[in-house]
């Protein structure tokens, strides 16, 4: 495939792990998706809902919940994952085509807990190479609603061994904290992408605002040269949109993950730690 993609921007993302293209999309696509899959979770979910709808819970979460993998009954959903200008950027990063194995709509209502940092891989377990997200802001977003923060310099780090986190802040109880490095917060305005690769840490605030809404679309990849993934993400589609046919599939079972050790304000990891057992989306 011949990819449009300026060299500087593929060299940036396998320099530091992730890449902010603004713009990618349009405001009318993103609105589009916006109330198509805001219709979609107030009528219930359509199957794809996190822990299924209630709408008056008084957990924002649980009135909005993630829609996990909707591509596997969705068109909209599909098409979005096998996008061309997401295919072309992923392709450019390692010069081969990656492999879709992932979509979520996350919706973010006013007064919803974040999601703690995290290291994508962790969770998909691609071998060998790693995973990718290709992630969509469908409004503008900022601190206030939760922006996604990124640690610049842990994209060829291991898989580090997480602490509990705070969860009147996060829904999710995983979190990983390094002692030296400052989150960088990524203010995106409707239609830019974040791609970031499986080690990069990442995670998101609560959304602190009155009335603003932080709505974002997100496909998750593995590389072309990966041999497996975990079991949650089957099945495996190539970018034309076709499927994968025998691919391996790992039981989550736990891997190796790093303590981290600070030694002459040195960051290093004791690798004795294992990944506990783990199904299900990240
Ligand atoms: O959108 C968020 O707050 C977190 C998303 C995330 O961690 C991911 O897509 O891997």
Redesign the pocket.
């Known amino acids: 495939m011949v990819t449009s993609v300026p060299p500087s921007e593929s060299e940036f993302y396998r320099a530091n792990g992730y890449l902010l293209v603004r713009g990618l999309f349009t405001p009318d696509e993103c609105d589009f998706w916006a109330t198509y899959f805001t219709d979609m979770v107030e009528r219930g979910g359509d199957g794809w809902a996190e822990g299924g709808v209630d709408p008056n819970h008084t957990d924002p979460l649980k009135r909005y919940p993630r829609l996990l993998q909707p591509h596997r009954g969705d068109e909209v959903a599909f098409k979005f994952m096998i996008d061309q200008r997401i295919r072309e950027y992923l392709t450019s990063f390692y010069d081969r085509e990656p492999l879709a194995v992932q979509t ?1 709509v ?1 919706f ?1 209502p006013p007064g919803a807990r ?2 703690a940092l ?1 290291q ?1 891989n962790r969770y998909l377990k691609a071998e060998p190479g790693t995973c990718m ?1 290709a ?1 969509l802001a469908l409004e503008d977003i900022d601190e206030e609603n ?1 922006c ?1 923060e990124v640690l610049p310099g842990t994209q060829d780090m291991p898989m580090i061994c997480p602490s509990v986190s705070d969860t009147s802040q996060s829904f999710t109880t995983d979190m990983i904290k390094l002692p030296t490095i400052e989150p960088l917060k990524l203010i995106m305005n409707k239609g830019d992408m974040l791609f970031f690769n499986g080690s990069l840490v ?3 605030g609560p959304n602190n605002s009155r009335d603003r809404f932080r709505r ?1 679309m ?1 496909g ?1 990849y593995i590389e072309g040269r990966a041999e497996e993934v975990a079991h949650y993400y089957e099945p495996v589609f190539r970018m034309d949109g076709t499927l994968v046919e025998g691919f391996t599939f790992t039981d989550n079972g736990g891997g190796p993950c790093g303590h981290p050790v600070l030694q002459d304000g040195k960051l290093t990891f004791d690798m004795s730690g294992r990944i506990g057992d783990l199904s299900g989306p ?1």
Do not use: F
Request: hydrophobic share 35%; glycine share 16%; net charge neutral.
């Open positions: 979520m996350y973010k974040g999601q995290h994508d997200a992630w939760g996604l990442h995670g998101s974002i997100v998750h990240h």
